[in-house]
């Protein structure tokens, strides 16, 4: 296996020209795990971790924030980033451990496409755009048209993920998943939720109940009706046990190694009554 350690993203791209069938590295901690089972046999591995512009983030004048693929979830945990973006500070401490976290991120999390991913369900409920770039082109997709399916995404093969832009919202917003344990696991079942006070909007995405996240249309249009979003101070038990109710039902969850379809459905309608309810917690 050769590996090219680029330094910019121009000479990232210089090298994926001339060997387009190289495999992107960036933490390396969904890469190198199926390197080691076998699973994929790269000849040429392009590592972008040494490129400073993929590791930087930024408050924009028009209050969003870009956040470079590089940046790695401990950074996401703390400072102006937790402050800005609580629903993927919460989502970024759930991912496998400090080590893990020292190293994965959202590009990498966007690579592997996994409808278990804890960053995808924050970037779902934002609606963020991702940002992409060849040699000779860019362009910006909304995340809902970035993910494809299971592990699957709709990156050119010449393309890197270069970041994401995200809104700051005025509202509440957390995360919270289920899991076989409490730590070091991968998601049964996830949610985000993002109160968007300004556009009197509630978002609610679903992690690893359906071969994509779930944005739970319904449910978001049904609740706008039942509360006013802007100067509620709590919410009634029953409103927000039938916003977990019809949230359940838009999720499409199956049987596999991690759990049933019918568990699944059942945590998903929990973890958006708890979200709601501590959105809703004066
Ligand atoms: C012990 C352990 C625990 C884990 N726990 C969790 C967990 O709790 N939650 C969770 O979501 N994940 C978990 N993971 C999976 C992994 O940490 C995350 O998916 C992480 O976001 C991957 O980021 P990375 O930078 O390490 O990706 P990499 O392994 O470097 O890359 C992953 C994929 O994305 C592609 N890629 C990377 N960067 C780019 C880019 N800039 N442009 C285009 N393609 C790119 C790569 O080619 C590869 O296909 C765990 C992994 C391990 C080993």
């Known amino acids: 296996m050769t590996v090219a350690v680029p330094l910019s993203l121009i000479e990232a791209f210089d090298e994926l020209a001339r060997t387009p069938d190289a495999r992107l590295i960036q933490g390396g901690t969904d890469l190198m795990v199926e390197i080691n089972f076998n699973h994929v046999k790269p000849v040429d591995v392009i590592a972008l971790r040494r490129i400073k512009e993929l590791r930087t983030w930024q408050v924009n004048s028009n209050n969003t924030i870009t956040i470079g693929s590089g940046v790695p979830y401990q950074e996401m945990e703390v400072g102006q980033l937790k402050e800005l973006l609580p629903a993927l500070a919460e989502a970024a401490r759930t991912v496998g451990s400090p080590q893990i976290r020292a190293a994965g991120t959202l590009g990498g999390n966007l690579g592997t496409c996994s409808p278990a991913g804890d960053g995808l369900p924050v970037l779902f409920a934002l609606d963020a755009i991702v940002h992409l770039q060849s040699l000779k082109s ?133 973890l958006a009554q708890r979200l709601i309810t501590r959105a809703y917690t004066s």
Request: proline share 2%; aromatic share 4%.
């Open 138 to 270: 860019s362009r910006d997709l909304s995340i809902h048209e970035f993910m494809l399916g299971v592990k699957r995404n709709a990156r050119h093969t010449n393309e890197i993920i270069t970041g994401v832009t995200v809104p700051v919202l005025d509202g509440w917003q957390g995360y919270a998943k289920v899991g076989v344990r409490n730590a070091m696991v991968i998601s049964v079942a996830s949610a985000c939720l993002a109160v968007d006070k300004k556009n009197n909007s509630v978002r609610i995405a679903l992690g690893a109940v359906g071969p994509t996240i779930i944005r739970c249309r319904d449910a978001e249009s049904w609740l706008v009706q039942q509360l006013d979003l802007t100067s509620a101070t709590s919410i009634d038990t029953t409103i927000a046990q039938e916003f977990g109710r019809r949230v359940a039902l838009e999720s499409k969850p199956i049987d596999d190694h991690r759990s049933t379809a019918e568990y699944r459905r059942h945590a998903v309608g929990v």
